[in-house]
């Protein structure tokens, strides 16, 4: 037990020294649930905690194997080349796999303990970058939408609330 409370340790430092391509660091919305998934060896890449004025309306956690954002720069560079980059596409599918199969069971977990809108529940799905974001269902046709009415608002709080319970079940979990 005193081993696994340092590693969360560890790992909360760790998650709070980490910054975003433009420097800024894990928004505090979305870093337990960030926190959770390192501290089982569960590589993220990228995060939001959700906003109505900027950037993602919904929170996400995007996950993936540890050499896939260089994998995926050497395959849009083979593309730009007019090559194929068949194998590299080959290992970026199995380093999404591999995360994706630490994942999927605690989504699946934590899903059969919560009483919430099929909208809200989490799932796991594919990004347009080649990896897996951990987000609520009805993400995607939330941000086609538009607009941000009263209703969004609500929405997004929504959202928001979900994925800090998962942050809770993740440390709950780890700790026991």
């Keep these: 037990m005193k081993r696994k ?6 790992t909360e430092r760790e998650v709070g020294e980490m910054k975003d391509v433009v420097g800024k660091p894990v ?4 870093k337990p649930v960030v926190v959770g998934l390192r501290a089982r ?9 959700g906003h109505l ?15 896939l954002r ?6 849009w560079e083979q593309l730009d080349k007019g090559l194929l980059g068949v194998e590299i596409a080959r290992e970026m599918e199995e380093e999404r796999k591999r995360e994706r199969l630490k994942i999927e069971p605690l989504v699946r977990e934590y899903n059969e303990t919560r009483n919430v809108p099929d909208d809200t529940r989490l799932v796991v799905r594919r990004d347009a970058l080649g ?4 987000e609520s269902f009805g993400v995607p046709a939330f941000e086609q939408s538009g607009g941000l009415g009263i209703g969004k608002r609500i929405k997004v709080k ?5 994925m800090n319970e998962f942050g809770r079940f993740l440390k709950k979990k780890f700790l026991g």
């Design 131 to 134: 990896s897996d974001r951990i």
């Design 158 to 162: 929504e959202y928001q609330k979900e």
């Design 5 to 10: 409370r340092l590693n969360w340790i560890d």
């Design 41 to 49: 060896g569960i590589n993220t890449h990228d995060s939001c905690g």
């Design 27 to 30: 928004e505090r919305k979305i």
């Design 53 to 67: 004025n900027r950037g993602g309306v919904a929170p996400r956690v995007s996950v993936g194997g540890p050499n």
């Design 70 to 75: 260089v994998l995926a720069t050497r395959h």
